[in-house]
């Protein structure tokens, strides 16, 4: 059924969280339908930059309001131009998109829910919505400009890690992890891959569910094109090869099932 | 011409709205490409469409004139390693390298899916060496669909692809092989990669060739002077998108005036207006590729802009405007 389409959006609230990076609240129709984990396929109004970023979603009201909280990644670029918008503005976007975090598998469960820089949004409406025993939030950022800390204060346990030191645990997530000697049954994570990759390692020799949110450079955004790929373990059902679409099978994975 | 076709007047198109509005006669969208009618004269570019499955979310299949599906080898190919998209200055750049899953999957899963459309199925076939484009089309021979595409043109495989397509001669030969077991109409799809475009549309002609398509992505590389690495993983990626829209007209136009068989124009078309532009150079059919990615819905929009076009300027039929610049 052709039932979905890019929708024009309205911009009610855009700010400035930290050095280089914003937060925008938009009216669309997505916001009802995101689940945690999703992104939206944010098209600038610059004719010249014809493919859509993939922005994670950060949260929502659960009806037409959706906030994404993204990073400028230089001048010039499309990030840049989003960040320029004031409310009124408009853009296209088509979402929500992607599979998103499985999280009625927390349920009863001592959770991590692990972010790191830019993969530190999309932890909050996971945060918001997940019923667990235990729910730990870890997040990690470079500095002291610690972006969306109030929030998750309020919707668990939270840990912090800086790269300087400047704010909780220095070092990383998993640095964090160790200084507080925290467990988990279940982990949820998304953030730059090295981070994933300590948090893949952390799980297998713990033997640990863990839930990864996966980055790659996209085009189509909707599992045609087959730009943004990663490689599975085991032959994919769709490809027929040990490829997985991270726009469209993704960008949410078991830790097991892909190799990174 | 119903009622909802009819050219909204504004200020920019006051002319043409009112010629289109007079005349209010129906227009005949159908094109004949070797003998296979289509509907109206837009289908997908290879590779940007997958098998339409993911795209019928955003788009009435039924609507387009054919589906030209990504290319299909004998076996299931992985492709090239990520980073394998990236954008540039009006378009985009790929590397994708032919992943596919294979002609057994795809005949299982992807021909009984595009079937369930009031649309003509177009299978774009690739391959590393003869053997392999035989073995695909001579396996299509007994499928249900309805042209067959055959890419010598990828730039992006070590091997096949484009080696095929950059000597006259070798396309010529591949062309008469997969002719031999073809059973649909084949199209051979060029690339511009070249150094005349009007040799190498003549040498497939010669090989058989039912039609041809072009022009296939033109060969790029781009540099993240920040960390000074290539941006793309395979060093080099195909250019497409509307920056390459022009070099797309001027190709299919040398074309046109090289070769008698059909041509299915394509390279950076986003609207209407390019549509037009192509089959006025000489183009029977159009191919939207990259502007998918700006908008799932813009085929449908293209074949319907199309048709306020005739409308408007009172063309009866496509073939009226098929290579009338001269």
Same mark, same amino acid.
């Given at each position: 059924?052709?039932?979905?389409?890019?929708?024009?959006?309205?911009?009610?609230?855009?700010?400035?969280?930290?050095?280089?990076?914003?937060?925008?609240? #938009?009216?669309?129709?997505?916001?009802?339908?995101?689940?945690?984990?999703?992104? #939206?396929?944010?098209?600038?109004?610059?004719?010249?930059?014809?493919?859509?970023?993939?922005?994670?979603?950060?949260?929502?009201?659960?009806?037409?309001?959706?906030?994404?909280?993204?990073?400028?990644?230089?001048?010039?670029?499309?990030?840049?131009?989003?960040?320029?918008?004031?409310?009124?503005?408009?853009?296209?976007?088509?979402?929500?998109?992607?599979?998103?975090?499985?999280?009625?598998?927390?349920?009863?469960?001592?959770?991590?829910?692990?972010?790191?820089?830019?993969?530190?949004?999309?932890?909050?409406?996971?945060?918001?919505?997940?019923?667990?025993?235990?729910?730990?939030?870890?997040?990690?950022?470079?500095?002291?400009?610690?972006?969306?800390?109030?929030?998750?204060?309020?919707?668990?346990?939270?840990?912090?890690?800086?790269?300087?030191?400047?704010?909780?645990?220095?070092?990383?997530?998993?640095?964090?992890?160790?200084?507080?000697?925290?467990?988990?049954?279940?982990?949820?994570?998304?953030?730059?891959?090295?981070?994933?990759?300590?948090?893949?390692?952390?799980?297998?020799?713990?033997?640990?569910?863990?839930?990864?949110?996966?980055?790659?450079?996209?085009?189509?955004? #909707?599992?045609?094109?087959?730009?943004?790929?990663?490689?599975?373990?085991?032959?994919?059902?769709?490809?027929?090869?040990?490829?997985?679409?991270?726009?469209?099978?993704?960008?949410?994975?078991?830790?097991?099932?892909?190799? #990174? | 011409?119903?009622?909802?076709?009819?050219?909204?007047?504004?200020?920019?198109?006051?002319?043409?709205?009112?010629? !289109?509005?007079?005349?209010?006669?129906?227009?005949?969208?159908?094109?004949?490409?070797?003998?296979?009618?289509?509907?109206?004269?837009?289908?997908?570019?290879?590779?940007?469409? !997958?098998? !339409?499955?993911?795209?019928?979310?955003?788009?009435?299949?039924?609507?387009?004139?054919?589906?030209?599906?990504?290319?299909?080898?004998?076996?299931?190919?992985?492709?090239?390693?990520?980073?394998?998209?990236?954008?540039?200055?009006?378009?985009?750049?790929?590397?994708?390298?032919?992943?596919?899953?294979?002609?057994?999957?795809?005949?299982?899963?992807?021909?009984?899916?595009?079937?369930?459309?009031?649309?003509?199925?177009?299978?774009?076939?690739?391959?590393?060496?003869?053997?392999?484009?035989?073995?695909?089309?001579?396996?299509?021979?007994?499928?249900?669909?309805?042209?067959?595409?055959?890419?010598?043109?990828?730039?992006?495989?070590?091997?096949?692809?484009?080696?095929?397509?950059?000597?006259?001669?070798?396309?010529?030969?591949?062309?008469?092989?997969?002719?031999?077991?073809?059973?649909?109409?084949?199209?051979?799809?060029?690339?511009?990669?070249?150094?005349?475009?009007?040799?190498?549309?003549?040498?497939?002609?010669?090989?058989?060739?039912?039609?041809?398509?072009?022009?296939?992505?033109?060969?790029?590389?781009?540099?993240?002077?920040?960390?000074?690495?290539?941006?793309?993983?395979?060093?080099?990626?195909?250019?497409?998108?509307?920056?390459?829209?022009?070099?797309?007209?001027?190709?299919?136009?040398?074309?046109?005036?090289?070769?008698?068989?059909?041509?299915?124009?394509?390279?950076?078309?986003?609207?209407?207006?390019?549509?037009?532009?192509?089959?006025?150079? !000489?183009?029977?059919?159009?191919?939207?590729?990259?502007?998918?990615?700006?908008?799932?819905?813009?085929?449908?929009?293209?074949?319907?802009?199309?048709?306020?076009?005739?409308?408007?300027?009172?063309?009866?039929?496509?073939?009226?405007?098929?290579?009338?610049?001269?």
């Amino acid at each position: 059924m052709a039932d979905r389409k890019k929708e024009t959006v309205k911009v009610l609230m855009k700010e400035r969280l930290a050095e280089g990076i914003f937060s925008m609240w #938009i009216e669309t129709e997505a916001a009802g339908q995101a689940r945690p984990g999703q992104f #939206i396929s944010m098209y600038t109004n610059d004719a010249a930059k014809l493919l859509p970023r993939p922005i994670s979603i950060c949260e929502t009201d659960g009806e037409r309001k959706l906030r994404v909280v993204y990073r400028v990644t230089g001048e010039g670029t499309g990030t840049e131009q989003f960040s320029q918008m004031k409310a009124g503005d408009t853009f296209g976007i088509i979402g929500p998109l992607g599979n998103g975090f499985p999280l009625e598998r927390a349920a009863g469960k001592r959770v991590f829910l692990m972010g790191g820089g830019i993969g530190v949004p999309p932890i909050l409406e996971l945060a918001k919505r997940m019923s667990c025993k235990e729910k730990q939030i870890i997040v990690g950022y470079r500095d002291g400009q610690t972006f969306l800390k109030e929030e998750f204060e309020t919707n668990g346990t939270l840990y912090i890690s800086t790269e300087d030191g400047s704010v909780g645990t220095k070092g990383n997530v998993m640095d964090a992890v160790r200084e507080n000697g925290l467990r988990a049954d279940i982990i949820f994570a998304c953030g730059p891959a090295p981070m994933l990759r300590a948090i893949k390692a952390f799980a297998k020799e713990n033997q640990i569910e863990c839930y990864i949110s996966l980055e790659e450079r996209m085009a189509c955004g #909707i599992g045609a094109c087959l730009g943004c790929v990663c490689q599975s373990k085991e032959k994919d059902s769709h490809s027929n090869v040990n490829n997985k679409r991270v726009c469209k099978d993704g960008p949410v994975f078991l830790s097991t099932e892909v190799e #990174i | 011409m119903s009622a909802e076709n009819k050219m909204e007047c504004t200020a920019k198109n006051q002319a043409e709205c009112a010629a !289109g509005n007079q005349t209010e006669r129906a227009v005949d969208m159908r094109v004949n490409i070797a003998g296979v009618e289509w509907k109206n004269p837009v289908t997908t570019a290879s590779g940007t469409f !997958g098998s !339409g499955a993911e795209f019928a979310e955003f788009v009435d299949l039924g609507r387009l004139g054919a589906v030209t599906t990504k290319g299909v080898a004998n076996v299931p190919w992985p492709g090239n390693p990520t980073p394998r998209v990236a954008e540039c200055y009006g378009g985009m750049m790929n590397a994708v390298g032919l992943q596919n899953p294979g002609i057994d999957l795809f005949c299982r899963r992807d021909i009984p899916f595009l079937r369930q459309y009031d649309t003509k199925i177009i299978v774009n076939v690739c391959g590393r060496s003869e053997r392999d484009y035989c073995e695909v089309a001579e396996r299509l021979s007994g499928e249900d669909v309805d042209m067959l595409e055959i890419n010598i043109s990828c730039p992006n495989v070590k091997e096949g692809g484009i080696a095929f397509g950059q000597d006259p001669k070798a396309a010529e030969d591949i062309t008469r092989a997969v002719k031999r077991y073809a059973k649909q109409p084949v199209i051979m799809k060029l690339s511009p990669n070249v150094t005349s475009i009007p040799e190498m549309a003549k040498a497939v002609e010669a090989g058989g060739a039912d039609a041809v398509s072009l022009i296939n992505t033109l060969t790029g590389m781009k540099i993240d002077i920040h960390r000074r690495q290539f941006v793309l993983a395979n060093k080099t990626g195909g250019v497409s998108g509307p920056g390459i829209h022009p070099i797309a007209v001027r190709m299919v136009y040398e074309a046109a005036h090289a070769v008698k068989v059909p041509i299915i124009g394509m390279g950076g078309i986003a609207s209407a207006e390019d549509a037009v532009e192509m089959i006025l150079a !000489g183009a029977d059919a159009v191919s939207v590729g990259t502007a998918n990615f700006h908008d799932p819905a813009v085929t449908v929009e293209i074949a319907e802009g199309i048709e306020r076009y005739m409308q408007a300027y009172g063309f009866a039929k496509v073939s009226d405007m098929v290579g009338i610049v001269e």
